[in-house]
């Protein structure tokens, strides 16, 4: 089993209302999941976001926690509800209405990585999925309920940044000539899961920095905007989606060249969304 649910860094000194959370940066594949998989160990990464917990890294040194995952998106997908179970992946499950999303195999428990290649050669125990929801899922959705809930109580609003990163080839259908392809995406929910001048700002901060946005296309985000995004009530979510080329090589899920040069773009880039969250109420007490 992987060694923990996530990982927390904590700031020095809390000073904004943003909380960053990078829920599908895992790779702690155990051997005992690795084993049971007809996928190999490269094959099995190809939904993950590999590296994006290292991009996000300095969020703390802006005043921001940072939650990443420690389970892989392979073993549970942090970014589904906990009772989208899939009834072609775990036995003793019944189909309740049609879930896209469970549909194409990617539910809490994925049945599939990127492209449909499939994890399992067959089914896997409803017991085992339960365990994996209690002992991954949520601790980590407990963890980043906590820091959102601190977050309002000491700035009177809170804001989730959910990190991600995109297939190059997403922007594909979305290539114009002579226009440059989207390389970041923006997710709300369509306004739903934040406050509109929140997404702007957020907009301004990776627009400034030279980076192509769009919001919610093809990515308008998943289950935890829609969950924790909750405007009316001070709290906003937005998902961001990073073009993988700009940073990694994706066929050999490495680091590439201009890996630290654009880590360096992005630590400019958490610091102004930091600066988003100060805007409200100074905090009641220092963390």
């Not at 942090?78 to 179970?85: A, G, I, K, T, V």
């Not at 539910?107 to 050669?121: C, D, F, L």
């Not at 000491?154 to 440059?180: K, N, W, Y």
Request: a neutral charge; charged letters at 25%; proline letters at 7%.
């Amino acid at each position: 089993m992987p060694k923990a649910a996530y990982y927390l860094t904590h700031p020095q000194r809390r000073t904004t209302s943003v909380v960053f959370a990078s829920p599908h940066s895992g790779r702690d594949y155990p051997w005992s999941f690795l084993r049971r998989t007809a996928l190999n160990e490269h094959s099995v990464r190809s939904s993950e976001d590999a590296f994006v917990d290292q991009l996000f890294e300095s969020a703390p040194r802006h005043g921001a926690p940072l939650i990443r995952a420690g389970a892989p998106r392979a073993f549970v997908d942090l970014n589904r509800s906990e009772d989208e179970l899939d009834p072609a992946l775990i036995e003793g499950v019944r189909r309740s209405g049609h879930n896209p999303r469970i549909a194409s195999g990617l539910g809490v428990i994925p049945r599939v990585v990127a492209n449909g290649q499939a994890i399992y050669s067959g089914k896997i125990p409803l017991a085992e999925a339960q365990r994996r929801i209690e002992t991954y899922w949520r601790p980590y959705h407990e963890a980043l309920e906590t820091q959102l809930s601190q977050a309002h109580v000491m700035f009177g609003q809170a804001i989730l940044i959910d990190c991600h990163s995109m297939p190059h080839e997403a922007m594909d259908a979305m290539a114009r000539t002579g226009v440059r392809r989207p390389e970041v995406v923006l997710g709300d929910r369509f306004g739903a899961a934040s406050a509109p001048e929140i997404v702007d700002r957020i907009e301004e901060a990776f627009t400034a920095a030279g980076l192509v946005v769009t919001r919610n296309t093809p990515f308008a985000g998943a289950y935890v905007t829609q969950h924790y995004g909750r405007p009316s009530r001070g709290r906003h979510a937005v998902q961001i989606e990073i073009d993988r080329a700009l940073y990694m090589n994706e066929q050999l899920i490495r680091p590439n060249g201009h890996f630290e040069a654009f880590q360096q773009l992005l630590d400019g880039v958490i610091a102004e969304i930091a600066r988003i969250g100060r805007a409200a109420e100074q905090p009641l007490a220092a963390e």
